[in-house]
């Protein structure tokens, strides 16, 4: 699936959430998470990004792992 990292946080663009077309991107706090059983991988919004903030997991840069379990968190109710 693909995850939203670091350069998210408070900038919060918003233009990933108009290029998705499932609507699968939230605003939570400080940065956008992408829900991960909702994001259909179409990688739409990779490039839309205007600070590279959205990564596909399996590519991830290891200090930017941490995001793959948070944007996970993030939908599931503690
Ligand atoms: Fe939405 Fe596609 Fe990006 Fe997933 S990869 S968050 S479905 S635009
Ligand atoms: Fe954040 Fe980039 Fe979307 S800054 S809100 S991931 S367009």
């Known amino acids: ?21 499932v609507d699968c991107i939230y605003e939570g706090g400080r940065m956008f998470y992408i829900h991960p059983d909702e994001c259909i991988n ?15 997991d399996e590519e991830i840069s290891p200090d930017r ?7 996970r968190d993030f939908f599931t109710p503690a």
């Not at 670091?6 to 290029?19: H, Q």
């Not at 179409?42 to 596909?56: F, K, N, Q, Y």
């Open 65 to 71: 792992q941490a995001f793959i379990g948070i944007n």
């Open 42 to 56: 179409c990688g739409l919004c990779l490039s839309i990004c205007p600070v590279d903030a959205i990564a596909w």
């Open 1 to 21: 699936a693909y995850v939203i990292t670091t350069p998210c946080i408070d900038v919060k663009d918003g233009a990933c959430t108009a290029a998705c077309p």
